[in-house]
């Protein structure tokens, strides 16, 4: 059986340094905004090149602080625009709805599978107030004619990096690009953490601040409320649990950089598309996404062979009942994506015999 993702056996590498870690928060009594979620902003800002980083409850509040807090500074104003790619997981999306924006849906493009940027341009009007780039699957987004749109029009580039922590663009990391980003450790994530988490990143001193107080039911000062907040603090627990993760991430997207790159060496069969990606070392291949339109038979035939894949994503948000309003848009593009994707397993642990196995099977599969 070859398991999609082993979380046990990827946790159980690092077993020693979590129980220490977690022993050491038991005995000190202090269990939340403390020195282990300190100590871990730090880290992590730095590995990810900025000058701030505030950890939080989970991802889908990272990204909903964070402009929750342009709401609060003045820069955006309930009822404004974000554009977003229409091919993300809900949660990019959810985080706009929930601050009281409106979220606007843009093709991906086909070739890499990320935010088309030659479309964003039609979708700008005077509501428009930020652009939400999401690295999905591990890779980079950010594109230098994004970059510029948001300079002509004034926007807010917000990256969501729940899925490509590590991932690079010209040397830069993701999350490092725009004005802030969203962070998700969410076990499943490149760092996972052993429940939920997240993090934003920022150089912006103002925003970091203002989500901090947010995040602490919008206090600055204990007992003083000069904004409405909300709850979402990092347990001490996980933020010394992912301090002691983030040590190996490098050497563990290396590995997933590897076996990806025998999926590509080794995946030979015409009913299979591989990914388009362009600068292999710069993927943290959080998901190696194939497409094929005999998708679902693919993945029984896999099931059978005792290869666990899964669908990312089986239903596009637009199609998704909770959004009632797009359901009779039209986005091909994405909607071919949500029809044609598996993702392969792919992970650290996964042995050479078992990515062997995942490429023999591919490849003597037939419709
Ligand atoms: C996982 C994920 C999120 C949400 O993170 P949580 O920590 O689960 O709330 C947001 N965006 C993307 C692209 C994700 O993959």
């Known amino acids: 059986m070859v398991k999609f993702l082993d979380l046990g056996k990827i946790n159980s590498l690092h077993g020693r340094e979590i129980t220490n870690a977690a022993y050491e928060i038991l005995n000190s009594g202090w269990y939340l905004k403390g020195k282990a979620t300190e100590d871990f902003e730090k880290s992590y800002a730095d590995f990810i090149g900025t000058k701030y980083a505030v950890a939080c409850g989970n991802g889908l509040d990272a990204l909903t602080l964070i402009l929750m807090a342009y ?23 959810l985080a706009i709805s929930r601050a009281g924006l409106k979220p606007v849906l843009v093709e991906p493009n086909p070739a890499t599978l990320q935010i088309d940027d030659k479309l964003i341009e039609q979708s700008i009007n005077s509501n428009t107030k930020g652009i939400m780039i999401v690295h999905l699957y591990g890779q980079n987004a950010y594109t230098e004619k994004i970059g510029e749109l948001c300079g002509k029009y004034g926007l807010k580039l917000i990256e969501d990096n729940a899925q490509a922590h590590g991932a690079l663009y010209k ?34 001193k103002q925003l970091a601040e203002v989500v901090r107080a947010l995040g602490n039911y919008g206090s600055e000062k204990k007992y003083v409320f000069n904004i409405k907040g909300l709850n979402s603090r990092i347990d001490e627990i996980q933020a010394a649990i992912l301090d002691k993760k983030l040590i190996q991430l490098e050497e563990e997207n290396a590995r997933r950089r590897e076996i990806a790159k025998k999926y590509f060496k080794g995946i030979n069969n015409g009913y299979i598309v591989l990914p388009g990606v362009s600068m292999c070392e710069d993927n943290v291949f959080h998901i190696f996404p194939v497409f094929s ?40 593009v994405t909607e071919r994506i949500h029809e044609q994707e598996l993702s392969l397993p792919i992970s650290p642990v996964m042995t050479d015999d078992e990515v062997e196995a995942v490429i023999s099977a591919l490849n003597s599969f037939a419709p």
């Open 71 to 93: 709401i609060e500074m003045g820069e955006m104003k309930p009822g404004d625009e974000i554009i977003v790619p229409a091919n993300t997981y809900i949660a990019s999306i």
């Open 171 to 204: 040397g830069r990391k993701t999350g490092s690009l725009g004005d802030a980003a969203g962070h998700s450790f969410y076990p499943g994530k490149n760092l996972g953490a052993l429940g939920d988490a997240g993090a934003i990143t920022t150089n912006d």
């Open 293 to 332: 339109p005999y998708r679902d038979k693919l993945k029984d035939y896999l099931q059978n062979k005792g290869i666990e894949t899964i669908i990312h994503y089986p239903i596009p948000p637009h199609k998704q009942k909770c959004y009632p309003e797009w359901n009779n848009l039209s986005f091909p």
